[in-house]
């Protein structure tokens, strides 16, 4: 079941109203025409916004929100700190907050999905791989055997975390970006576009093919 819910889903609230939440909703919607639960509406900050197209209402902000019966929510935000942040207010008001991979999605039975993680299409999650509460696995991502991925981190589209590898909270790795084996980065950590990263990195650096940097906090990116 693409919703790891200890419980019957009837229905499946998205949160945000951005690319990632027009992309989240089509994968929900073909989910429930055959047979998974249905998309209710969105919540998000801005009143009244939904993506463009989609035949969904908006239901209320995130603050304001409180599920109905059954009701989960699934978080599709792609911006590290803005995820963390809806998480954890739509935590504190008991919102349900499952896991959620994709049908088309390889997840290992021996590998471990945090409250909030989000595996898209085409991603592998492999054996004694653990990722942590509000994770983001982008279409075609790897997270290899016994790698860890910190809670809220974000790999984008081909992002590659290779065997026993880690990455700490609060991490965004750009597309193609590569993890080689058993290398481990700190927190707060931004991995540039089609970057490998070959030498373990401490905590709040931008890491490029261009060289590695510092992160000042007034302009982190993520």
């Keep these: 079941m693409p919703l790891r819910h200890s419980e019957p889903v009837s229905s499946v609230v998205i949160a945000g109203a951005g690319g990632l939440a027009l992309e989240i909703f089509d994968y929900l919607y073909e989910e429930s025409l055959a047979g998974g639960p249905a ?11 939904v993506p463009d197209g989609v035949p969904r209402p908006y239901l209320t902000t995130i603050g304001d929100f409180r599920p109905a019966p059954g009701q989960v929510v699934v978080v599709a935000i792609g911006a590290v700190r803005a995820r963390r942040k809806v998480i954890e207010r739509l935590s504190v008001n008991g919102v349900p907050l499952p896991a959620y991979a994709h049908r088309l999605a390889i997840v290992s039975r021996e590998a471990q999905l945090g409250m909030a993680t989000m595996v898209c299409p085409f991603a592998i999650v492999n054996r004694n791989a653990v990722m942590g509460d509000g994770t983001l696995a982008g279409v075609h991502c790897s997270v290899g055997h016994g790698a860890r991925v910190g809670a809220y981190s974000i790999l984008s589209p081909f992002a590659a975390l290779n065997g026993d590898a880690s990455i700490g ?7 193609r970006a590569t993890i080689y084996p058993r290398i481990h980065i700190g927190r707060d950590c931004v991995v540039d576009s089609h970057t490998g990263v070959r030498a373990n990195a401490p905590d709040r650096q931008m890491i490029s093919s261009r060289g590695t940097y510092q992160i000042n906090p007034l302009r982190l990116p993520v």
Excluded at 169 to 175: A, D, P, R, S
């Design 39 to 49: 998309v209710a509406g969105f919540i998000d900050d801005e009143p009244g916004r």
């Design 169 to 175: 909270e609060g991490c965004f790795l750009g597309t």
